[in-house]
C-alpha cells in the first residue's frame, strides 16, 4: 500500500531559499505548496517553486533522468552502462594515475551553486584535502564572486549585512542590476506588499531594460550597459557636494575618505548624464532619496557581478551605502541577491579556487594550518587554482587532464563556447556528474555518474539573507542515482586506498548529518560561526548565520554595532574608478548584447524545461530589439537575423521590445544547442553566453557575460 507524507524541505531554484511541503505518494512526487512556516516566504511561491512536483514525474523520471552510470573506454566508443563499483574503481585509477605523472594540479573539479553545502564541503575536502590541489572552482564564479570581492574589500568579510525583513523597513528602496520581479519573484512579491502597506516607500530601478520590476518604480535610470561604476560615483559626487555625508560617522567608522572624495571631484552629474546616457536631473534625484531617506536598502545581482568591473560596481555601491551611514540599521545596507539556490553554501565551505573553508584565506599558512590539523593530513596547497573559465583553458592547454564535472552544465553556460567544448574535447578524461542526461555537457562525458535530484537527497542550503535551511528526501533517488556527497565520498575513499600518506583522512560518512557536523566544527570562532546549528534546531526553524554554541537563533543583521570586519573595525571606502567594459562598439560590431533569466525558466533548462507549463510565458527564445533599431534596418517581429562577433555567430528569431535602450539587444539565458531549427550549414546556437565576453573581472575572476559588441544581419 503506497504512503502518502508531506515532507518539509526549500525550493532548489534561486537564492530566496523557500520553503516548501513536498506531497508524495509511495515514491512518486505529487505535489508542492509554499511551506507557511518557513521565514523566506511564508507559504508563497513563484510559478517555477509551485511547478516543482511537475519535474520528477513518472515520465520525466523515466525519458529525462539519468538513472545509471555510464562509461567509455576511448572517445570513439559510445558509453555503455555500468554498475557503481566498476565506475568507481575506473574513475579513481585514473585520477590516481594521473596525479603520479602529472601532479595533483592535472584534476580540475568545477562543482555547481546547486550542491547542497554537504557535497560543497566533501568535494573541497577530496580536491584540497586528498588530492592536493585547489583547482577547485564552481559555476557561482559566474554568478557571486563579485559581491564576494566587493564585500571583503570593503567591509572585511563576505557577509550580506542584511535580511528580507529589512524590505519591510525600509524608506528607499535601489534595485540596481537586478530585476528581482523575474529572478527572484517571491522576495519581489515582499516588496510589493511592503510598498503596499507604506506607501511613501520608494523605488528607484537601475537597469538599462525597463523590466517588470523597473515599471513599479518611482524612478527608473535606463543607464546605458557597463556605466554603473560611473553612476555610484557620480551619486557620490552629489552627495558630497550637497552636504549629505554623515561626517562624524564616517570618520569613526570607516577609513580612505579624502581619497575616495578626491576621486570623485570631477563626477558632476553633467558629465555623469553624458556617460550614463540619463538625465542628471533624475541622478540628482536619486542621490537625495538615497542620502536623505531614513533608511536605504540596495538590492542588486548579476547587472552588476557578470562585469569586468564587477567588484569595482560592489564597492561603489557600498561606499554610497558608507558616506551616507545607510547600513547596519532595520531597512539600511547593501544586499547582494544569490541567484543559486546555494551560491552562499559554496562561498561557506570554500569550494572556490581562491578560498578556503569557513571564510579561511587561502593565502595564510595560519588558516590553513587550521584545517590541516582539522583534517590529519600535512598540508593544503597554497597557490590558488584556476577558476571557471580559465580552468576550461588549462583544460585546453593540457594543463588539466581530467576534469570532474559537477551539476552544472559548462558547454552552456560558460562564456566563448567554442574555446570550452575545444577544452571538452582536449582534456584526457571527462567525468559528468548529473541528474538529467541530456545536458550538452553530458554530450562530452567519458563517465557519466547519475546523482540525486531535488526531492531526493538530504542537506542544507544558505539563501541570501544567510538563512540555513534543511533540504529532505521524499522519495528515493531515481534508478542507481546517488546523493553528491555519496559519490564524492566513495571515490575519495578507491583513491585513498592508493595513498599511504593520506589514510588520516577522513571520507567515509554514513549521512549528510555527519558532514554537516564536521563543516560547522570548522567554522568555530569565524565570522559565520555555526556550531551551535545542529539539524536538530535546523529541524525546528531555518536560521541566519552566525550562531555559536550556545545559542539557539542566528544574527538578524550584521554590523549593527559598525564594527566591521576588517582588523581596525573600520570599512574600508575604495577608489572605484569607471572602466569601461572591455567589448569595444563601432562600426563592425555596434550592438550590445546581453542576456538573462525569463521568468518561468531556470539557467539551462534541464529541469524547466521538462515543465510543458513553463513555457506558457515565453515559448521560444526572442532576440529583443528596441523597435527604432529594427525599422532602421528593415527588420519586423518574426524575421530571422544573425549575430556575429570574433567568438562565433548565432542565428535567432527578433521581436521588438521598446523596453530596451536603443542600440542594445537581450536574449533570453536559457535556450542552448537543443534550439537548432533556422540554422543552417555551420552555424550551431550553443546558447546565449556563446558570443559573451571572456574578459574577467581582475579581483573576482568573474565573466563579462552582460556586455558583448556583436553585429546583426538580417537572414
Ligand atoms: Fe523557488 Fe526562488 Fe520561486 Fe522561491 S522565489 S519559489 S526559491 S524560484
Redesign the pocket.
Known amino acids: 500500500m503506497s504512503e502518502h507524507k508531506e515532507t518539509r524541505s526549500?525550493?532548489?531554484?534561486?537564492?530566496?531559499?523557500?520553503g516548501?511541503l513536498i506531497s508524495s505518494d509511495g515514491e512518486q512526487i505529487t505535489g508542492v505548496r509554499?511551506d507557511p512556516e518557513h521565514p523566506?516566504?511564508f507559504g508563497?511561491?513563484?510559478?517555477?517553486?509551485?511547478q516543482?512536483h511537475l519535474t520528477s514525474t513518472p515520465l520525466v523520471q523515466a525519458q529525462r533522468r539519468l538513472q545509471q552510470p555510464m562509461l567509455r573506454h576511448q572517445r570513439t566508443d559510445a558509453l555503455t552502462a555500468t554498475d557503481w563499483d566498476t565506475s568507481i574503481a575506473y574513475v579513481a585509477q585514473r585520477i590516481h594515475r594521473c596525479v603520479q605523472e602529472h601532479g595533483p594540479d592535472s584534476i580540475g573539479f568545477y562543482v555547481s551553486g546547486q550542491l547542497l553545502t554537504e557535497d560543497y564541503f566533501l568535494f573541497n575536502k577530496l580536491a584540497r584535502g586528498l588530492i592536493g590541489t585547489n583547482q577547485i572552482d564552481s559555476n557561482s564564479r559566474l554568478c557571486m564572486s563579485s559581491a564576494v570581492a566587493g564585500y571583503k574589500q570593503s567591509l572585511g568579510s563576505d557577509a550580506p549585512p542584511c535580511n528580507y525583513e529589512d524590505l519591510d523597513h525600509a524608506d528607499l528602496v535601489l534595485i540596481i542590476g537586478a530585476n528581482p520581479a523575474y529572478?527572484?519573484?517571491?522576495?519581489?512579491r515582499r516588496l510589493e506588499a511592503a510598498r503596499a502597506k507604506r506607501p511613501q516607500m520608494k523605488l528607484v530601478v537601475v537597469d538599462p531594460r525597463r523590466t517588470d520590476s523597473a515599471q513599479d518604480a518611482d524612478l527608473h535610470l535606463a543607464i546605458k550597459p557597463g556605466t554603473d561604476v560611473a553612476l555610484l560615483n557620480g551619486l557620490l559626487h552629489i552627495c558630497f557636494w550637497e552636504g549629505w555625508i554623515q561626517a562624524d560617522w564616517i570618520a569613526a567608522h570607516t577609513s580612505g575618505f579624502d581619497a575616495l572624495r578626491d576621486s570623485v571631484r570631477h563626477c558632476t552629474p553633467e558629465q555623469t548624464a553624458a556617460i550614463c546616457g540619463v538625465s542628471a536631473d533624475d541622478i540628482y534625484q536619486l542621490a537625495r532619496w538615497f542620502a536623505q531617506s531614513p533608511a536605504s536598502l540596495s538590492l542588486y545581482c548579476q547587472g552588476l557581478n557578470q562585469s569586468s568591473a564587477g567588484t569595482a560596481k560592489n564597492s561603489a555601491l557600498i561606499n554610497l551605502h558608507l558616506v551616507t551611514a545607510q547600513i547596519g540599521r532595520a531597512g539600511a545596507g547593501p544586499f547582494s541577491l544569490t541567484g543559486q539556490?546555494n551560491a552562499m553554501g559554496g562561498r561557506e565551505t570554500g569550494s572556490m579556487a581562491n578560498l578556503l573553508c569557513g571564510h579561511r584565506n587561502l593565502n595564510s599558512a595560519e588558516d590553513r594550518a587550521e584545517v590541516t590539523e582539522f583534517w590529519g593530513i600535512p598540508e593544503l596547497p597554497a597557490q590558488a587554482g584556476t577558476t571557471a573559465v580559465d580552468m576550461f583553458e588549462a583544460a585546453r592547454s593540457g594543463k588539466i587532464r581530467i576534469l570532474w564535472i559537477v551539476c552544472t552544465n559548462p558547454a552552456h553556460s560558460l562564456p566563448s563556447q567554442a574555446q570550452v567544448r575545444a577544452a571538452l574535447e582536449a582534456a584526457e578524461l571527462v567525468i559528468v556528474q548529473e541528474a538529467f542526461r541530456d545536458t550538452a555537457t553530458c554530450a562530452y562525458a567519458d563517465v557519466l555518474l547519475p546523482a540525486a535530484s531535488w526531492g531526493e537527497k538530504e542537506g542544507t542550503v544558505t539563501?541570501s539573507e544567510r538563512r540555513i535551511s534543511r533540504v529532505r528526501a521524499a522519495i528515493a533517488p531515481a534508478g542507481m542515482a546517488k546523493p553528491d556527497w555519496w559519490i564524492a565520498s566513495r571515490i575519495g575513499q578507491a583513491i585513498q586506498a592508493q595513498m599511504q600518506e593520506k589514510q588520516a583522512l577522513r571520507l567515509d560518512y554514513p549521512s549528510s548529518q555527519e558532514i554537516w557536523n564536521e563543516h560547522r566544527a570548522l567554522t568555530r570562532g569565524r565570522d559565520l560561526d555555526i556550531t551551535g546549528l545542529s539539524y536538530a534546531l535546523l529541524e525546528q526553524e531555518p536560521q541566519q548565520w552566525p550562531c555559536p554554541e550556545g545559542q539557539t537563533t542566528g544574527k538578524a543583521r550584521l554590523y549593527t554595532d559598525f564594527q566591521f570586519a576588517h582588523a581596525d573595525g573600520k570599512a574600508r571606502l575604495i577608489c572605484t574608478p569607471y572602466q569601461p567594459a572591455i567589448d569595444k562598439i563601432n562600426a563592425r560590431t555596434p550592438f550590445i548584447l546581453s542576456g538573462g533569466r525569463l521568468r518561468d525558466h531556470?539557467h539551462g533548462m534541464s529541469r524547466t524545461g521538462v515543465n510543458p507549463a513553463a513555457f506558457a510565458h515565453q515559448p521560444e527564445p526572442l532576440l529583443e530589439m528596441h523597435p527604432q533599431d529594427m525599422a532602421a534596418r528593415f527588420l519586423k517581429d518574426g524575421d530571422m537575423v544573425s549575430l556575429r562577433n570574433a567568438r562565433g555567430q548565432q542565428i535567432w528569431r527578433i521581436r521588438a521590445n521598446p523596453a530596451l535602450r536603443s542600440g542594445m539587444l537581450w536574449l533570453p539565458m536559457h535556450w542552448g544547442e537543443e534550439y537548432v531549427w533556422g540554422c543552417s550549414g555551420d552555424i550551431r546556437n550553443l546558447g546565449a553566453n556563446t558570443l559573451a565576453s571572456p574578459a574577467l573581472d581582475p579581483q573576482s575572476f568573474q565573466p563579462e557575460l552582460k556586455f558583448a559588441s556583436v553585429q546583426l544581419q538580417k537572414q
Open positions: 526549500t525550493c532548489c531554484y534561486c537564492g530566496v531559499g523557500c516548501v509554499g523566506a516566504n508563497r511561491l513563484c510559478s517555477k517553486g509551485s516543482l529572478a527572484h519573484p517571491v522576495l519581489y539556490p539563501n531556470w
